[in-house]
């Protein structure tokens, strides 16, 4: 019997910073958050999480409950109150909105920490030395702040383009794909190509053991730090790098 690829990746930090990143992509303003449209955006990503067989914490499906029953809400008609004095209604997005500024906030926090704590570790002492000798080598290539959720958004449009969110193929026998040779195979095909390779060329075939074992192999080398990936700006095309490349 077919057993699916079940991958549980530590790079997800919860449906939170899932959110706040829809709302910087979307230069949403997080204090009137338009609920319809996030949770358009939301349940893509979802959708495409299973699609590629990640192994989802129920958190994210509970938030997604959550931004149903707000967007529900929101369309419900306002009764009309034969009431003189004016009423005030709560907002359904409130309790969302308070926690996404609490968790920016804190986001931001430990982002700066980590700044410090990065700046910190460069710093060391030593006996005076000449570094003539690394004066012509070439600089290395820097990782790049394409984050987990950058690379889902780019899944969703390679299974839109390739219409691989069809049935794919149909499986005579078992056929696995081992993470460390796709891991070998796109580090030779990114030797190859010292401009960069685009996103959506690592996924040649229709096969969603293929495609599974592609996106993990990616991010076990991005991980590694053997390769980075670069967007220019919001929504553009995904590059991958060779992290030894020039």
């Not at 390779?197 to 229709?206: G, H, I, K, N, R």
């Given at each position: 019997?077919?057993?699916?690829?079940?991958?549980?990746?530590?790079?997800?930090?919860g449906p939170?910073?899932?959110?706040?990143?829809?709302?910087?992509?979307?230069?949403?303003?997080?204090?009137?958050?338009?609920?319809?449209e996030?949770?358009?955006?939301?349940?893509?990503?979802?959708?495409?999480?299973?699609?590629?067989?990640?192994?989802?914490?129920?958190?994210?499906?509970?938030?997604?409950?959550?931004?149903?029953?707000?967007?529900?809400?929101?369309?419900?008609?306002?009764?009309?109150?034969?009431?003189?004095?004016?009423?005030?209604?709560?907002?359904?997005?409130?309790?969302?909105?308070?926690?996404?500024?609490?968790?920016?906030?804190?986001?931001?926090?430990?982002?700066?920490?980590?700044?410090?704590?990065?700046?910190?570790?460069?710093?060391?002492?030593?006996?005076?030395?000449?570094?003539?000798?690394?004066?012509?080598?070439?600089?290395?290539?820097?990782?790049?702040?394409?984050?987990?959720?950058?690379?889902?958004?780019?899944?969703?449009?390679?299974?839109?383009?390739?219409?691989?969110?069809?049935?794919?193929?149909?499986r005579?026998?078992?056929?696995?794909?081992?993470?460390?040779?796709?891991?070998?195979?796109?580090?030779?095909?990114?030797?190859?190509?010292?401009?960069?390779?685009?996103?959506?060329?690592?996924?040649p075939?229709?096969?969603?053991?293929?495609?599974?074992?592609?996106?993990?192999?990616?991010?076990?080398?991005?991980?590694?730090?053997?390769?980075h990936?670069v967007?220019?700006?919001?929504?553009?095309?995904?590059?991958?790098?060779?992290?030894?490349?020039?």
């Amino acid at each position: 019997m077919y057993q699916p690829y079940q991958v549980k990746l530590d790079t997800f930090e919860g449906p939170l910073d899932l959110l706040l990143h829809l709302i910087n992509q979307y230069e949403i303003d997080i204090y009137d958050i338009p609920v319809a449209e996030i949770t358009e955006q939301y349940m893509v990503y979802i959708h495409t999480m299973q699609q590629l067989e990640l192994n989802i914490a129920s958190e994210y499906l509970v938030m997604a409950a959550t931004l149903l029953a707000i967007k529900s809400q929101l369309l419900l008609p306002n009764q009309e109150l034969d009431v003189e004095e004016e009423t005030y209604e709560e907002d359904p997005r409130e309790e969302l909105m308070q926690r996404l500024i609490e968790y920016r906030k804190y986001k931001d926090a430990a982002s700066q920490l980590k700044e410090k704590e990065l700046d910190a570790n460069k710093i060391y002492t030593r006996p005076p030395k000449a570094f003539e000798e690394f004066a012509t080598k070439q600089p290395t290539q820097q990782q790049g702040d394409v984050s987990i959720y950058d690379m889902i958004a780019a899944m969703t449009k390679v299974f839109e383009r390739k219409k691989w969110n069809q049935p794919l193929e149909t499986r005579v026998q078992r056929s696995e794909i081992p993470i460390k040779q796709r891991m070998k195979e796109i580090l030779q095909q990114l030797k190859q190509h010292n401009e960069g390779v685009p996103f959506e060329q690592l996924f040649p075939y229709p096969s969603r053991s293929h495609i599974v074992a592609t996106f993990v192999a990616v991010l076990e080398l991005m991980k590694a730090r053997q390769i980075h990936c670069v967007q220019k700006q919001h929504f553009d095309e995904l590059i991958i790098y060779d992290m030894e490349g020039k």
